[in-house]
């Protein structure tokens, strides 16, 4: 999605604003989306368009308008500009108007029991023969399923709008912040990271989302509290305020119950990180571990922190469960208290009275103890948000440049700079520039050199208007480009890279192409220069991505050009290319200043300017300059001295200062062979880079994504993770009872309250008889009914949690115990990625709110099954409609999760390029200002935001369409009671009436969110599968076998390959074939050949990463019938890139605790790490960083030779870094091994020939299988051999110098040898052959 394509093709009209009044009601206007989603998949072009008032420019320019508005009024004022007042200020209107909603539908809320206590009394009256009563009667039967219908309609309507204010409010804020992003000055990007930008995009404007849901409840709250005591009061007196104070006294309790959640998730947070930190270390190290045979310490450290995060998880989900039971019996026990209350003042319970106390005290429980906590919650953490993103609006902006007036003619145009002084922050003593004073004038070229750090990129930051001066004159007259020294591409084509939004003309591209060396890099591209290039740039090389910035640069066609150092990234053949086709031959006319460290150009100069940590030490032409004496190599060379220092004492390759290579005319040529046509060597890094796991052979598997239904197996399977059967049906049994007594409560109030109008009938009668008798009776059950009821909800809650959790702690196990145990083909076909992602998001998810959820739809389940139970029991009947109404809810449900899959599944593809563009735009900030097109970068962030906000759209929409729907099915049946009972009446007790319409009444809301937590669970419960899926991977051969060989074995260390076959995995192809060799004891053996010859595979077979076929013996025992642990511990290996662990200088040595101290520092003296591990702070105990990254890789190949000393094994197994070590530890590695390892069996696999030269034997492989094994010396008689060609590729002097060496050790050994040693080797040769 290029800067300059329009995103989408053709989007299509969004329905919403033409739809009719009751299509807006009940959504209706999403059918046809349904329809389509149902049939197929849904694409990113099925999303509606945004409406107009949604779309991001609008909304950003009208709260940006504001917030400039309210920057200068504060500034007048002299007080800070307030970044809450301005959302206020514009928001406020639309806002209020949606109250009305709410407002009304609480109100209904509040009515609903009134009608409810009216019918009930019209039992109690035995009015059945009055018709005027009836008639009363079925006007408030009408009025209640009126209601319903009406709040159900409300409800969904204000969630809907609400949430579309906060999503305007949230787009409005990401507007505002990328705009911001774009005018940042050096100053305030100091100030603030990548990162931290993103974050505020990320998480910050998220409140806004959830705030807007929950605000109007601050005001509603505290009314419909007040509404409620008045009805109560009316209703049943005074004991109603007892009710209300346990409303009250629950509030602070689960605020407190919120913040000891919110520390113990911080807790948790830290352990996961840390988990996390470590299986990555595992997973990436993971060769190694397996070959050290080290997996036991790394699992067991895995185990520590894991345990320690599932004791605090433990421990928050408890918290959690005590506060989803204790919101689910407040009403319980509230009305108990209300009850018990009454009937002790000497009160009578009448059934219209208990039911409508019931149901008052029900509309108000949700808003008094979850949505009003939740609103001061939310606002609390907003206003946190909102301080953050005002801190970042206010920071420093660019100056914004003077528009260059287009300069008539090319003569005018002009670059000077007079006496400047510069600072880029002022913490710094030292300016970063000084009394710089130059011209340029159009064809000149200006090439500014110096040290590193001299300040050469700060002065074209100074010319850029980046960089504010303090002092001095910096004039520019005509167009600015710019060309930064990382290159920097943004996501989308080539080709849009190199247009950057101008018109294309083919010819002046063409020439900018030929210019730029881009042609032949153009064709061997797949699709041409409308290749797409990912992030960053992903798949060109670096000399490409210089290149490609360079052609942007070019074809702006603009009057002054500034190059930051293009020619350092591409090799000499390229660099000259550019330098006279492109810098002096397309641009010869303009004026130019290039920075760059390549002394061969100097001479094309018209002008140097010499810079030197900030002042300008020399000006003039070449011949000037050399004329002053001034000597430039010396001038770049010294920074040599200073990187170094820099750098620690080693330079290691890669952090070789990349400009003291450039110094030589054939500088770092990208392509080992620096021909002539150096031009085409530009090609083989394209080829290499364009897709790095093409080249290891392993294609990565795409991952299974799970499509449809998770199988009943898989909840079988998860609840038997936690626990055995037993406490299964104990939970079980927890769970009805819980719900039993429930429903028992209730309907004891129901037969308590008819058994006293009985007694009330008869007293009527037979005058008065004493009625003491029952009330203990009844109060005792009621109040065992009670506390059964609180205490099994409490018990249920927590078992369930602990059943949960536990099993997502078997389940981690379970998997990473698999993980460590799989063959390591696994890891060469799974990015990292894809398998950290189970341990973080997956198990998360297992650990927190797979949980969470679970419960809570148990808890919604078990209620509705109640309600419909209490309604069958009284009026059977209302079974004959429930059927009907089941299957259409079902059918819903099925018909609306196909839609709703995808459409999650749009929403997140669309939100990440909204973070994808802005961390891209903050990486070229400089080149996007340089080019003046930060409006385009903008509409580009809003065409982004835009698609995001459509498919959000759709995501609001289509929960509602559902919720509304299902609020539909509830309306039906609560009226099939309501009128059932009317029209039923004969022989219905009131007690009863009451008890099922005050049950059925609460359906509404209730079912249509226990049916979304199950969608909920439907999709977490693929996270239990993924991680089942792993858990159940092939493990390879056992660690320790019944076949245990002596402790001292192997004594000589003889290896014996008999016709070895070998492939990475089953269906592989073979990499060894047929191989038989006999390597004999304390023989030092060196392996070559090119690359994929089958070099590392041997070694895979020997220590069995993957089964070898054939026999390998060593001392006599086959390796395929021991113990991996066994095997891999008795042979030692300098793998290939040195590999630490996060973790103490003593573990990474000795993980298992098994040598003294003294052996310790003896290894280390030995390798004469002693001193550099003695001046660490904690000697032996200090902690490395992240693998190692505090100690230099020189020294890490160190450590790993002090772990193969400390093992003492018979057999060593060197993989030669490929990375140049530096010569002198590399020399010092040599030197051990020869010295330390005499009496061992070494094999050595050599990138370089002048280590193994001097070996017993080489073995030459290619592709697979033996060419060449003898001594070197007589390899090198056969001029047809492999080897020979090999060591006459290396240059003349090396292979002279080879050969010598070899004849030198073949010589000294010939006198040294006996006869019976040449008797063993014609032996060798009979079976090698």
Request: hydrophobic content about 45%.
């Amino acid at each position: 999605m290029g800067a300059m394509e329009p995103l989408r093709k053709e989007a299509r009209d969004n329905p919403s604003s033409s739809a009719n009044l009751l299509s807006k009601i009940f959504f209706c206007w999403l059918n046809p989306l349904f329809r389509i989603g149902y049939q197929r998949k849904l694409e990113e072009d099925d999303v509606y368009e945004v409406l107009p008032e949604d779309a991001s420019h609008r909304l950003g320019e009208e709260l940006q308008c504001h917030w400039n508005r309210e920057v200068q009024q504060a500034a007048k004022d002299l007080h800070p500009p307030r970044l809450s007042k301005v959302l206020v200020k514009c928001y406020w209107r639309p806002y209020a108007l949606i109250g009305i909603y709410i407002f009304i539908e609480e109100v209904i809320k509040v009515i609903q029991p009134v009608l409810l206590g009216k019918i009930i009394e019209f039992f109690e009256n035995n009015q059945a023969s009055n018709t005027a009563a009836v008639y009363e009667a079925y006007s408030f039967a009408l009025g209640i399923s009126l209601t319903t219908i009406s709040l159900s309609v409300l409800h969904h309507l204000y969630f809907y709008h609400v949430q579309r204010a906060g999503m305007k409010i949230r787009v409005a804020m990401c507007h505002m912040i990328y705009r911001k992003a774009l005018c940042l000055n050096s100053k305030a990007l100091a100030k603030t990271t990548t990162g931290q930008i993103v974050n505020l995009l990320s998480n910050d404007v998220n409140k806004f989302d959830e705030l807007t849901l929950y605000l109007h409840f601050l005001w509603i709250g505290p009314l419909q509290a007040a509404a409620v005591t008045l009805l109560l009061l009316y209703a049943i007196g005074p004991s109603c305020l007892a009710g209300m104070a346990v409303f009250f006294v629950l509030m602070p309790v689960q605020t407190m119950f919120g913040q000891l959640f919110s520390t113990l998730r911080a807790e948790t947070a830290a352990l996961t990180d840390e988990r996390i930190r470590t299986m990555s270390e595992v997973i990436s190290g993971i060769r190694v571990i397996k070959m050290y045979g080290w997996e036991k310490p790394f699992a067991a450290s895995v185990d520590e922190v894991r345990r320690k995060e599932i004791s605090k998880i433990m421990k928050s989900s408890y918290l959690r469960g005590l506060n989803m039971a204790s919101f689910f019996v407040a009403s319980k026990i509230i009305v108990f208290i209300t009850v018990c209350i009454y009937v002790l003042t000497g009160n009578q319970l009448s059934a219209s009275r208990v039911f409508m106390a019931v149901s008052l005290y029900g509309a108000v429980r949700l808003t008094i103890t979850l949505f009003f906590p939740f609103a001061v919650e939310k606002v609390s953490d907003s206003l946190v948000s909102i301080r953050r993103i005002q801190s970042f609006l206010l920071l420093e902006e660019v100056a914004p440049r003077p528009l260059a007036s287009a300069v008539a003619e090319n003569k005018d145009c002009i670059v000077k700079t007079e006496d400047l002084l510069c600072y880029w922050s002022m913490m710094l003593e030292a300016p970063t520039l000084q009394n710089v004073s130059f011209t340029v004038r159009p064809e000149q070229l200006l090439a500014v050199i110096g040290p590193f750090g001299a300040g050469k990129s700060s002065l074209l930051s100074a010319i850029l208007g980046e960089l504010g001066q303090e002092s001095g004159v910096v004039k520019v007259k005509g167009a600015l480009t710019y060309v930064s020294q990382q290159p920097w591409i943004f996501p989308g084509t080539i080709r849009s890279n190199i247009l950057f939004g101008k018109e294309l003309d083919p010819k002046k591209y063409d020439r900018v192409l030929r210019a730029c060396a881009l042609k032949k890099d153009m064709d061997l591209l797949p699709g041409g220069d409308l290749a797409m290039v990912g992030d960053r740039g992903a798949n060109l090389s670096g000399g490409q991505k210089s290149r490609v910035s360079l052609a942007r640069a070019v074809y702006q066609d603009a009057d002054i050009y500034l190059l930051d150092d293009p020619l350092s990234a591409v090799d000499a053949e390229v660099g000259r290319h550019l330098f006279e086709e492109c810098i002096c031959g397309l641009l010869r006319k303009k004026p130019r200043i290039l920075v760059t460290h390549q002394l061969q150009y100097l001479k094309a100069a018209d002008q140097i300017v010499v810079l030197k940590q900030g002042q300008m030490v020399a000006r003039g032409t070449y011949s000037e300059l050399q004329g002053s004496g001034l000597d430039f190599t010396s001038l770049l060379k010294e920074e040599e001295g200073q990187e170094k220092e820099r750098h620690g004492v080693t330079p290691i390759s890669g952090t070789v200062p990349r400009l003291a290579h450039t110094l030589s005319d054939n500088s770092m040529s990208s392509s080992p062979s620096s021909s002539p046509s150096s031009l085409s060597s530009s090609r083989y890094s394209l080829i290499e880079g364009t897709d790095p796991l093409a080249a290891v052979g392993h294609a990565t598997g795409e991952e299974r994504r799970s499509e449809g239904n998770v199988g009943l197996r898989m909840y079988v399977k998860y609840f038997r993770a936690g626990t055995n059967s037993l406490v299964l049906l104990v939970l079980i049994l927890l769970n009805a009872i819980a719900h039993i007594s429930f429903v028992l409560q209730d309907w004891w109030l129901a037969c308590w309250a008819s058994e006293q109008k009985h007694i009330n009938v008869t007293e009527h009668l037979n005058g008065s008889l004493p009625q003491q008798m029952d009330l203990d009776l009844y109060l005792g059950v009621y109040a065992g009914l009670t506390t059964t009821s609180v205490v099994f909800g409490f018990l249920r809650s927590l078992v369930f949690f602990n059943v949960l959790v536990s099993s997502a702690q078997t389940l981690h196990n379970g998997m990473f115990n698999a993980i460590l145990r799989t063959p390591v083909h696994f890891f060469d076909t799974n990015p990292i990625g894809r398998i950290l992602n189970r341990f973080s998001k997956d198990i998360g998810y297992l650990d927190s709110l797979l949980p969470w959820t679970f419960v809570d739809f148990i808890q919604v389940f078990l209620q509705v099954v109640g309600v419909i139970a209490v309604a069958a029991a009284i009026l059977p009947w209302i079974l004959i409609p429930v059927a009907p109404l089941l299957a259409v809810f079902l059918f819903l449900r099925f018909y609306f999760l196909q839609t709703s899959r995808d459409i999650k599944r749009l929403e997140s593809t669309t939100r990440s390029p909204v973070f994808s563009h802005l961390s891209s735009s903050l990486q070229g900030l400089s080149t996007i200002r340089a080019f003046k097109v930060q409006q385009r970068f903008q509409q580009v962030f809003d065409e982004h935001q835009d698609l995001h906000s459509g498919a959000w759209f759709l995501f609001l929409a289509t929960s509602r369409w559902f919720a509304v729907r299902l609020d539909a099915i509830c309306s039906i049946f609560v009226t099939i009671t309501t009128f059932g009972c009317l029209y039923l009446r004969d022989g219905l007790e009131p007690g009863a009436v009451g008890l099922a319409l005050s049950h059925a009444v609460t359906l509404t809301g209730m079912f249509q969110w226990g049916v979304r937590q199950s969608a909920e669970i439907e999709n977490m419960m693929t996270s239990v599968e993924r991680v089942v899926e792993y858990a159940e991977l092939e493990s390879e051969a056992p660690w320790e076998t019944d076949k245990q060989p002596p402790n001292d074995w192997p004594k000589t260390g003889c290896i014996t390959f008999d016709r070895v076959n070998f492939s990475h995995s089953a269906n592989d192809r073979l990499v060894l074939k047929n191989l038989t060799v006999i390597i004999t004891s304390r023989e030092k053996v060196g392996i070559v050949g090119r690359t994929g010859a089958g070099k590392s595979s041997l070694i895979s077979a020997l220590f069995r990463l993957a089964e070898p076929e054939g026999r390998i013996m060593i001392d006599g025992f086959l390796t395929s019938e021991i113990g991996l642990h066994t095997l891999r511990q008795k042979m030692s290996i300098i793998p290939q890139d040195p590999v630490l662990f996060t973790g103490t200088m003593r573990k990474n040595l000795d993980p298992f605790r098994l040598h003294t101290d003294e052996d310790l520092w003896n290894a280390l003296r030995e390798v004469q790490m002693k001193d550099v591990v003695e001046d660490l702070p904690d000697k032996l105990e200090t902690v490395l960083t992240e693998c190692g990254s505090n100690i230099s890789v020189g020294q890490r190949q160190l450590v790993c030779l002090a772990r193969a000393m400390l093992r003492k094994n018979r057999i060593l197994i060197i993989d030669e870094a490929t990375a140049n070590v530096d010569p002198r530890t590399d020399g010092l590695i040599q030197q051990t091994i020869r010295d330390k390892f005499q009496e061992c069996t070494v094999l050595t696999i050599a990138h370089r020939l002048n280590t193994i030269i001097d070996c017993d034997r080489i073995l030459v492989l290619d592709a697979g299988s033996i060419q060449e094994y003898d001594e070197p010396y007589v390899l090198l008689q056969n001029q047809e051999g492999l080897f020979y060609q090999m060591v006459e590729q290396t240059g003349k002097a090396e292979a002279a110098s080879l050969l010598h060496t070899a004849k030198q050790v073949y010589m000294n050994k010939k006198r040294g040898t006996d006869a019976r040693r040449a008797e063993d080797v014609s032996v060798i040769f009979e079976t090698s052959l």
